[in-house]
């Protein structure tokens, strides 16, 4: 220990990787079976705010000879330390180096993490590409949003879990169980593997292009399947109510409950929207309880309630009324991170607010009702401006507007829509208090994902949008509003490795070994390691990201069944060019999303909307 003593006291930040917080579990080594590392592969403070980790932590170690640690990327002057004195990447429990776990679990939320999954793996002296791997080193599988296009990552995973983990990763722990006593192979292990609804192996699967260089199709081996069927539960299982504690203020310092999984309202660029489906809701008596384990246990007043869409949560206001009372000798505080906008919302955050009314957040995403109803986002001009003000004669000083770029069909004169509703926002601001609000405006850039209805649409080019920021920042000069905006160049590689196929592995690999790393970081991202790296592979981003492709195409995701068909996503990409709404299949109907033909709920809505319609 000495040593990593010597190592700490060089970074900053060295609580992030010294361990020992409130609620860590440490199991005693020789007494486990099996060893799983756990990682979010950024940092700290971004992987403690994580969903998936302290569910996954949870559920591993209630398994009597399993284990689960953790591990997060070091930032890079703990990496250059290490690499320093040849000093192995551990975990934060046991301070056990990588190499010694049998499996290392990535869940990956965010393209952009993915140089840090090799600069993890190499940091832990394991070969970064899965093929050189030996029966000593630990399996390595990966998860997430990301998994429902694994092939840019294919060449350094062993296996990708599909869809949700919680049943999944048990079946796998069972096999690793019976393997490891068997004393089998690795190879066999993952032929074995391969048999679990929702578990992908790449290494059993070859790929095939075109002689134009077109993703042709990918065929599997004898014992692997030619389609993996994403995993959903029926219901969502228990919370964790001890989760880690961190010891450093993490991005999202407080208390976490999930109260609903999933999203009915069908946005057309949201991939979480598609494979998260169908919804499912916790029940109120367990959120209730498990927010006064949480508070109990970790000793926050702070909850957040967390979906997708939090106030679509069908008793949201008896739940947070119920929460109140129960726990106000606990002086809580409730945050909702996804509102929608409407009156509702308003209505919502002021049972919330107590006395504090700094700022809102809403997310109308495009500035025209045109433009939003080609991405099926149902916000009328009339129900935005009459959220804001009623939000602002209630008191609210101030608000943040979330805005995409560069969607389907969006021409100039929706880009000047979001500057005219910007001043009409300002002026009901200053009409109710007298001056005019603070309002910031964030602007992505539409990124198109796997398994949408816009899974075919080109991305803008660079200089389409620095023009529509230019001309946003043109015409929103006044210092009360504060535009941003991401780096175009961020969003292209974004989409490039979204929509990749397998040969980008080698894109991801030369750019990591030219020094990318927390490419998701401003002050870290450097595109020249990925033009070169692209360049040098004979690839080019634009290729993946920026070319229209045809509804008629193999795409490199193909074998993967997120659950939604294809006839859906046409059809829905279909109704937004004519700017047609679909409706809400939670309340309005069912959509014959594909899902009806595998889960009961949505089976029985199909039957009822059947019927109707006759």
Same mark, same amino acid.
């Given at each position: 220990m000495a040593e990593l003593d010597s190592i700490l006291q060089q970074v900053i930040r060295p609580a992030r990787y010294s361990g020992g917080e409130w609620n860590t579990i440490v199991k005693k080594w020789d007494e486990t079976l099996i060893r799983i590392a756990l990682s979010y592969p950024d940092l700290y403070e971004i992987g403690m705010s994580t969903l998936a980790l302290p569910i996954l932590y949870d559920l591993i170690n209630a398994q009597t000879d399993v284990l689960a640690e953790r591990v997060f990327a070091p930032w890079p002057d703990m990496g250059r330390e290490m690499r320093k004195q040849n000093y192995p990447l551990f975990s934060l429990e046991s301070k056990r180096p990588l190499g010694d776990f049998d499996v290392i679990g990535f869940s990956l939320g965010y393209e952009l993490t993915y140089t840090n999954v090799l600069n993890i793996l190499d940091l832990a002296g394991i070969p970064v590409f899965a093929r050189d791997r030996k029966d000593i080193h630990p399996l390595v599988i990966a998860g997430g949003y990301c998994a429902l296009n694994p092939e840019p990552m294919a060449e350094f995973i062993d296996l990708f879990v599909i869809g949700e983990a919680e049943d999944v990763f048990l079946e796998i722990i069972d096999c690793l169980r019976e393997g490891k006593k068997a004393g089998v192979s690795k190879e066999k292990i993952l032929r074995q593997l391969a048999r679990i609804k929702g578990v992908y192996v790449p290494s059993l699967y070859r790929v095939n292009y075109t002689a134009d260089g077109f993703f042709m199709n990918i065929m599997p081996v004898p014992e692997a399947n030619l389609r993996i069927e994403r995993r959903t539960m029926d219901i969502l299982p228990p919370p964790p109510l001890q989760p880690v504690v961190p010891y450093i203020e993490t991005v999202h310092d407080r208390a976490v409950i999930e109260i609903?999984?999933?999203?009915?309202?069908?946005?057309?660029?949201?991939?979480?929207?598609?494979?998260?489906?169908?919804?499912?809701?916790? +029940?109120?008596?367990?959120?209730?309880?498990?927010?006064?384990?949480?508070?109990?246990?970790?000793?926050?007043?702070?909850?957040?309630?967390?979906?997708?869409?939090?106030?679509?949560?069908?008793?949201?206001?008896?739940?947070?009324?119920?929460?109140?009372?129960?726990?106000?000798?606990?002086?809580?505080?409730?945050? /909702? +991170?996804?509102?929608?906008?409407?009156?509702?919302?308003?209505?919502?955050?002021?049972?919330?607010?107590?006395?504090?009314?700094?700022?809102?957040?809403?997310?109308?995403? #495009?500035?025209?009702?045109? /433009? @939003?109803?080609?991405?099926?986002?149902?916000?009328?001009?009339?129900?935005?401006?009459?959220?804001?003000?009623?939000?602002?004669?209630?008191?609210?000083?101030?608000?943040?507007?979330?805005?995409?770029?560069?969607?389907?069909?969006?021409?100039?004169?929706?880009?000047?829509?979001?500057?005219?509703?910007?001043?009409?926002?300002?002026?009901?601001?200053?009409?109710?208090?007298?001056?005019?609000?603070?309002?910031?405006?964030?602007?992505?850039?539409?990124?198109?994902?796997?398994?949408? &209805?816009?899974?075919?649409?080109?991305?803008?080019?660079?200089?389409?949008?620095? #023009?529509?920021?230019? /001309?946003?920042?043109?015409?929103?000069?006044?210092?009360?509003? @504060?535009?941003?905006?991401?780096?175009?160049?961020?969003?292209?590689?974004?989409?490039?490795?979204?929509?990749?196929?397998?040969? /980008?592995?080698?894109?991801?690999?030369?750019?990591?070994?030219?020094?990318?790393?927390?490419?998701?970081?401003?002050?870290?991202?450097?595109?020249?390691?990925?033009?070169?790296?692209?360049?040098?592979?004979?690839? $080019?981003? $634009?290729?993946?990201?920026?070319?229209?492709?045809?509804?008629?195409?193999?795409? &490199?995701?193909?074998?993967?069944? #997120?659950?939604?068909?294809?006839?859906?996503?046409?059809?829905?990409?279909?109704?937004?060019?004519?700017?047609?709404?679909?409706?809400?299949?939670?309340?309005?109907?069912?959509?014959?999303?594909?899902?009806?033909?595998?889960?009961?709920?949505? @089976?029985?809505?199909?039957?009822?909307?059947?019927?109707?319609?006759?």
């Open positions: 609903q999984r999933g999203c009915s309202r069908g946005c057309r660029f949201c991939q979480a929207g598609i494979i998260y489906r169908p919804v499912r809701e916790r +029940p109120i008596d367990e959120i209730v309880h498990s927010v006064g384990a949480l508070i109990a246990n970790c000793g926050y007043n702070e909850v957040s309630l967390v979906s997708l869409s939090s106030s679509d949560y069908t008793r949201i206001e008896e739940l947070v009324s119920q929460l109140f009372l129960r726990y106000q000798e606990n002086h809580l505080t409730l945050s /909702l +991170p996804s509102l929608r906008i409407d009156n509702f919302s308003v209505d919502l955050l002021e049972m919330l607010s107590g006395h504090k009314k700094t700022g809102l957040t809403f997310a109308p995403e #495009a500035g025209s009702e045109r /433009l @939003r109803h080609t991405i099926n986002k149902r916000a009328s001009d009339e129900a935005i401006l009459g959220t804001v003000a009623r939000a602002f004669s209630h008191g609210w000083s101030g608000l943040k507007l979330y805005f995409m770029l560069g969607l389907p069909t969006e021409t100039t004169d929706d880009v000047e829509a979001i500057i005219d509703l910007v001043d009409r926002i300002s002026l009901l601001g200053k009409k109710s208090e007298g001056r005019r609000p603070k309002i910031r405006i964030s602007l992505s850039t539409f990124v198109p994902k796997p398994h949408t &209805p816009f899974q075919w649409v080109a991305q803008d080019s660079e200089q389409e949008l620095k #023009a529509k920021h230019e /001309l946003l920042r043109n015409g929103i000069r006044r210092k009360d509003i @504060r535009l941003s905006w991401q780096e175009p160049k961020v969003s292209l590689l974004e989409a490039a490795l979204s929509r990749g196929d397998r040969r /980008l592995g080698m894109v991801i690999y030369r750019a990591w070994k030219k020094g990318a790393v927390f490419d998701g970081w401003s002050d870290c991202f450097n595109y020249q390691y990925w033009a070169d790296a692209f360049s040098e592979s004979g690839l $080019d981003p $634009d290729f993946y990201a920026r070319r229209e492709r045809s509804l008629d195409e193999t795409l &490199p995701w193909s074998h993967i069944d #997120a659950g939604v068909s294809q006839v859906f996503l046409k059809e829905e990409y279909t109704r937004a060019l004519q700017n047609r709404i679909s409706p809400d299949c939670r309340y309005e109907g069912c959509n014959a999303c594909g899902l009806e033909s595998r889960n009961e709920t949505c @089976r029985q809505k199909f039957h009822s909307t059947t019927r109707k319609k006759r």
